[in-house]
C-alpha cells in the first residue's frame, strides 16, 4: 500500500512540475482568457420606459431597462474576414444552371437569386454587398419555477455558404444583443401591449443605427482572402416566427406581414399586393400627425411610429421575412391542422393503433405508444411522423382526404428542398392548388378547418441564452451572460487559431513526407471495410460475426430456402467461367447489416445518407434469463440486377430497381471466384 501512495505522489509531483500552469487560481486562470483576443465589445444602454400607472404622489411610474449591444458592422467585419470561411465565402452574385445549355437555372444560395443582382445595380461600381441575416426570438430562461426569460437577436451574413452557416459548431452566426424582456408593469393593461411594441422597435433602432451609415457609404473591410473591399451591410432577411414577423411589420396578427390580403380572404388563393415600406412609413406618419387615414385600418397597421428598419437603406423589410418551416409548416399546416383532421374523421384510437403497428425499420421513427399522447413535438418528430404518414391514413380517411393529405405533404417537402429549380418551384405550386382544388371535402366531413425556418434560432438559444443564464448566479444575469459569452468565444476564437495552424503544420508535414512513404496499410485499424461502387458506398464489418455458417443454418434460421439455386443462378450470370457448384457442403461467412452510403442529393442535404440495411435471426432469450434475446429482422430494400449498373438505378429509381426482402449478408467464398 505504500508503494502505491508514493507512485500516486511522484506522479502528481511529476505533472504539477512538468505543466506549470500560468494560472494559480480560478481568479487568475479567467484574467487570461479575458486577455485573449475575442470579437467586439458588449455595451449596455440604458432605455427609460414612462408609464401612464401613477404612484401615491401623483407621479407617473418609469422603468430603467437595459439594452446589452453589440456593433453589428463590427460583428459583420469579424464573419467576412474569418479565415475558416475562406473556402465558403462569395463576394459577388452568380447564376448557376443545371445544364451547359443554361435552360434550367439553379436557385440555392443568396447570391444564385434575383435579389443580390437587384441590389447590385442600385450601388457604386465596385461595391461589395454583404446581405444580413437577422434573426430574433423570445425565449424562457429559467425552468419549472421563475419567469426569467431573454431577447437575443442574431445575425449572419449569406456571403457564408449556407451549408457551413447551418453548422452552429462553425459560429457562422453571432449574437449582437439582448433587448429587453420587461412585463412593463408601469402601464395599464390596455396599454402594455402597444408599450411593448414600441419598445421592441426602439431598442432594434439603438442596435442597428451603425447598419446606415455603413449602408449608405459602404466600409472598407479585409476579407478572408486578405483582399480589402468596400462593403455595403444590407438587411436582406429576417427569421422570425409570425407573431413576431406581425411584430416587426407594424401590422395586427390577424393580417399577413408581407401582403395586404383580407384578413378573411387568408386561406384563398389570391393574387395581393406586397406591402410597400414607404407607403406604410407614409400611413404611420399621417396617423401620427394626427390624421386618420383609412389605409391605417385596411392594412390592419398598429401605431408605431417608428419602426427600426424606417431608416435602414436598400432594405425591404416585407420581402426580408423568410418562411418560417418550424411553426407555419410542420407544426402549423401538418400537426395543427392536417393531423388534427384526420383524427376528427378517423378518430384517436385508430391512428395510435396503425402509428403502433409500423414494423420496426431502421432510419424510420416507431412511434410505439401513438401520437395522441404527445404534448410537446419537436420538428424532428414532425419530419418523421411526415415520411410514414400518407401510408397510415391510406384507408381510414376518404379518397379525397387522401388527396389533399398529400398535396400538403408535398408542398412541406418541396418548400424544405435546399436547391431549387423552375420545375421544383412549379411543383411546389401545383401542390397548392390540388390542395385548394380539394379542400371542400373538409367541410363535407365538418371538419374545422380554422386559419392557417426558426430551427436555427432555436438551436442557438442553447448555446447564447440559457447556457449562458445557468453559468450566472440568477441575479442581475444579463451582463453576466455577456461576461461568459465573451470569455466563451475568446476561447473558441484562440482554440480555432491553435487548430488552424496545427493543420497548416500538418498539410506541409504531409506534402514532405509524401514521396518517401512506403506504408501501404491505408484501412489498417478500422472497424469497417468501406467498398465503393458507383459513388455508393458499402459498408461492412471488417470481420464477419458469424463466420462458416452452413446452409441448413442458412435456410432455417434465416428463411432462405432458395439459396442455392439462387446462388447458382448468380454464378452463372456474372462468374460463368467458375466450375464449382455450391452445395450443402459449403460454409460461408454471414454479416449482420450493410450500410449504404448515397452520395449527398444537394437538393436536400448537403450531407450524405445512410441507409441500413439488416439480417438477423431471431435470438431466443438466454436460459438464464439474464439476456433477453431480439426479434428476427429481415428488411426490405430496392435491389437491381443490372450488376454494376445497379448504383445508377439506385439513385436514378428507374425500372430496374425493385423490392426485396434481405435475407442474408454473406461473403462469396474464396472458390468460387472474385466478384466485383
Known sequence: MGDVFGVVGTMGWITQNRTKPSFHNNRSFLQKVDALPHGPAWNCEKVSVKGNWTDENGQLLQEDLELWTRDPVECIKELIRNPLFKEYMVYAPSRAYKDEAGSERIIDNMWTADWWWDKQKELPEGATIAPIILASDKTMLSQFRGDKSAWPVYLSISNIAKEKRRQTSARATVLIGYLPATKLDCFTSDA?????????????????????AAGQDGVD???????????????????????EQCLIACCKENRCPKCLVAADERGDPLNSLMRDPELTKEILERRRS?????????????PVFKPFWANLPHTD?????????????????????????????????EIDARFKAIP?????????????SIKQWTGTEHKEMQRVFMALITGAVPSQVVIVARAL????????????????????????????????????????????????????????????????????????MALWLQRQEATFCHTAYLEWVAAHATRWTEHE???????????????VVPVVLQHIVHVLAK???????SVQHLETMHGAIDFLPALMSFLQKNLPHNQIVPGPQDRFDIFQQVIIILPPDPRVSELPKCLRVRATPEVLPSSSGRKPGSPKRFDMALVSSDGVQASKALLTLNAAVRVAQVRVLFKLPRQFGAYS
Open 360 to 372: 420496426d425499420y431502421p432510419g424510420l421513427r416507431h412511434f410505439k405508444k401513438g401520437i395522441s
Open 290 to 302: 394626427g390624421q386618420h387615414p383609412t389605409e391605417f385600418d385596411e392594412y390592419g397597421l398598429r
Open 409 to 480: 405533404l408535398d408542398f412541406c417537402h418541396y418548400a424544405r428542398l435546399h436547391t431549387h429549380t423552375r420545375d421544383s418551384l412549379a411543383a411546389l405550386e401545383n401542390a397548392l392548388a390540388v390542395f385548394h382544388a380539394h379542400k371542400d371535402v373538409l367541410q363535407e366531413l365538418t371538419v374545422a378547418a380554422d386559419g392557417f425556418n426558426t430551427e436555427l434560432p432555436e438551436r442557438l438559444h442553447i448555446d447564447f441564452a440559457k447556457e449562458a443564464y445557468r453559468a450566472s448566479n440568477k441575479w442581475d444575469y444579463e451582463e453576466q
Open 513 to 527: 513526407s509524401e514521396y518517401n512513404s512506403d506504408s501501404d496499410a491505408e484501412n489498417e485499424g478500422l472497424d
Open 192 to 212: 402594455r401591449s402597444l408599450a411593448g411594441y414600441r419598445l421592441f422597435h426602439h431598442c432594434l433602432s439603438l442596435l442597428l443605427e451603425p447598419l446606415i
Open 317 to 349: 423589410i416585407f420581402l426580408a421575412f423568410t418562411p418560417d418551416l418550424l411553426h407555419q409548416l410542420h407544426k402549423g399546416v401538418f400537426k395543427d391542422h392536417l393531423v388534427k383532421w384526420c383524427l376528427d374523421i378517423v378518430g384517436e384510437t
Open 543 to 549: 470481420y464477419a460475426p458469424h463466420p462458416r455458417q
Open 221 to 243: 473591410m479585409v476579407c478572408a482572402d486578405s483582399f480589402i473591399r468596400q462593403v455595403y451591410p444590407i438587411l436582406a432577411a429576417y427569421i422570425a416566427d409570425f407573431p
